[in-house]
Protein backbone atom coordinates (compact mmCIF):
# COMPACT_ATOMS: atom_id res chain seq x y z
CA UNK A 1 0.00 0.00 0.00
CA UNK A 2 1.32 3.78 -0.76
CA UNK A 3 -0.68 6.72 0.16
CA UNK A 4 0.45 10.18 -1.02
CA UNK A 5 -0.81 12.92 0.68
CA UNK A 6 -0.55 16.48 -0.74
CA UNK A 7 -2.47 20.06 -0.60
CA UNK A 8 -0.48 21.62 2.20
CA UNK A 9 0.26 25.01 2.34
CA UNK A 10 0.46 28.38 4.19
CA UNK A 11 -3.44 30.10 4.39
CA UNK A 12 -4.42 32.69 6.86
CA UNK A 13 -7.25 31.87 9.55
CA UNK A 14 -11.12 31.77 8.10
CA UNK A 15 -9.71 30.20 5.30
CA UNK A 16 -9.91 26.45 3.75
CA UNK A 17 -7.34 24.28 2.08
CA UNK A 18 -8.08 20.71 0.46
CA UNK A 19 -5.85 18.07 0.97
CA UNK A 20 -5.37 14.36 -0.93
CA UNK A 21 -4.21 10.66 -0.18
CA UNK A 22 -4.09 8.80 -3.50
CA UNK A 23 -3.61 5.35 -2.56
CA UNK A 24 -2.11 2.84 -4.48
CA UNK A 25 -1.10 -0.95 -4.50
CA UNK A 26 -3.94 -2.90 -3.79
CA UNK A 27 -8.09 -2.67 -3.71
CA UNK A 28 -9.47 -0.66 -0.93
CA UNK A 29 -12.87 -1.29 -0.66
CA UNK A 30 -12.27 -2.83 2.84
CA UNK A 31 -10.09 -0.69 3.94
CA UNK A 32 -10.54 2.12 6.67
CA UNK A 33 -8.77 5.45 5.25
CA UNK A 34 -7.94 8.21 7.69
CA UNK A 35 -6.17 11.78 8.47
CA UNK A 36 -4.37 12.70 11.73
CA UNK A 37 -1.84 15.12 12.44
CA UNK A 38 1.03 16.03 14.56
CA UNK A 39 1.81 19.89 15.89
CA UNK A 40 4.75 21.03 16.54
CA UNK A 41 5.54 19.54 20.12
CA UNK A 42 2.22 17.51 20.50
CA UNK A 43 1.49 14.28 19.60
CA UNK A 44 0.11 12.57 16.19
CA UNK A 45 -3.68 13.25 17.22
CA UNK A 46 -6.73 11.62 15.45
CA UNK A 47 -8.52 13.86 12.73
CA UNK A 48 -11.15 12.02 10.49
CA UNK A 49 -11.72 8.50 8.94
CA UNK A 50 -13.71 7.19 6.72
CA UNK A 51 -14.65 3.51 5.34
CA UNK A 52 -14.14 3.12 1.81
CA UNK A 53 -16.86 0.92 1.16
CA UNK A 54 -19.87 2.86 2.21
CA UNK A 55 -18.64 6.44 2.89
CA UNK A 56 -19.40 6.47 6.23
CA UNK A 57 -17.18 8.85 8.13
CA UNK A 58 -16.04 9.87 11.75
CA UNK A 59 -14.54 13.14 12.79
CA UNK A 60 -12.71 14.23 15.88
CA UNK A 61 -14.80 16.95 18.23
CA UNK A 62 -12.12 18.99 17.33
CA UNK A 63 -12.98 19.29 13.39
CA UNK A 64 -16.32 18.75 13.34
CA UNK A 65 -18.44 21.41 11.49
CA UNK A 66 -15.33 22.71 9.65
CA UNK A 67 -13.54 19.48 8.04
CA UNK A 68 -15.09 16.97 6.00
CA UNK A 69 -13.56 14.02 5.07
CA UNK A 70 -14.47 12.29 1.11
CA UNK A 71 -12.89 9.69 -0.92
CA UNK A 72 -13.23 9.34 -4.99
CA UNK A 73 -13.36 5.85 -5.88
CA UNK A 74 -12.39 6.13 -9.74
CA UNK A 75 -9.41 7.86 -8.19
CA UNK A 76 -8.73 6.23 -5.63
CA UNK A 77 -8.15 9.26 -3.27
CA UNK A 78 -9.44 10.63 0.13
CA UNK A 79 -9.97 14.19 0.44
CA UNK A 80 -9.97 16.05 3.40
CA UNK A 81 -11.88 19.46 3.43
CA UNK A 82 -10.89 22.00 5.77
CA UNK A 83 -12.94 25.22 6.00
CA UNK A 84 -12.90 28.01 8.91
CA UNK A 85 -9.05 27.31 9.81
CA UNK A 86 -8.02 28.57 13.30
CA UNK A 87 -3.79 28.88 13.85
CA UNK A 88 -4.40 25.61 16.50
CA UNK A 89 -5.31 23.65 13.30
CA UNK A 90 -1.18 24.02 12.37
CA UNK A 91 -0.12 21.09 11.93
CA UNK A 92 1.48 18.20 9.76
CA UNK A 93 -1.11 16.00 8.61
CA UNK A 94 -0.59 12.42 7.15
CA UNK A 95 -3.04 10.04 5.82
CA UNK A 96 -3.55 6.26 6.84
CA UNK A 97 -5.07 3.19 6.33
CA UNK A 98 -6.35 -0.05 7.85
CA UNK A 99 -7.71 -3.18 6.53
CA UNK A 100 -11.63 -3.48 7.52
CA UNK A 101 -13.43 -3.43 10.90
CA UNK A 102 -16.90 -1.94 11.49
CA UNK A 103 -15.45 -0.14 14.47
CA UNK A 104 -13.76 3.55 14.04
CA UNK A 105 -9.75 3.80 15.32
CA UNK A 106 -8.99 6.99 16.75
CA UNK A 107 -5.64 5.38 17.94
CA UNK A 108 -2.55 5.98 15.36
CA UNK A 109 -1.61 2.49 16.39
CA UNK A 110 -4.36 0.99 14.10
CA UNK A 111 -3.14 2.00 11.12
CA UNK A 112 -0.58 -0.07 9.32
CA UNK A 113 -0.11 2.04 6.32
CA UNK A 114 1.02 5.47 6.61
CA UNK A 115 1.88 8.50 3.98
CA UNK A 116 4.69 11.14 4.37
CA UNK A 117 3.11 14.26 5.65
CA UNK A 118 1.99 17.78 4.32
CA UNK A 119 2.29 21.00 6.53
CA UNK A 120 -0.62 23.03 6.87
CA UNK A 121 0.27 26.22 8.11
CA UNK A 122 -2.87 28.88 9.46
CA UNK A 123 -1.35 32.44 10.28
CA UNK A 124 -3.82 34.61 12.40
Known amino acids: VQLQASGGGLVQAGGSLRLSCAASGRTFNSYHMAWFRQAPGKEREFVAAIKWSDGSTYSADSVKGRFTISRDNAKNTVYLQMNSLKPEDTAVYYC??????????????????WGQGTLVTVSS
Open 96 to 113: ASRYGGSVWHRSQSSYAY
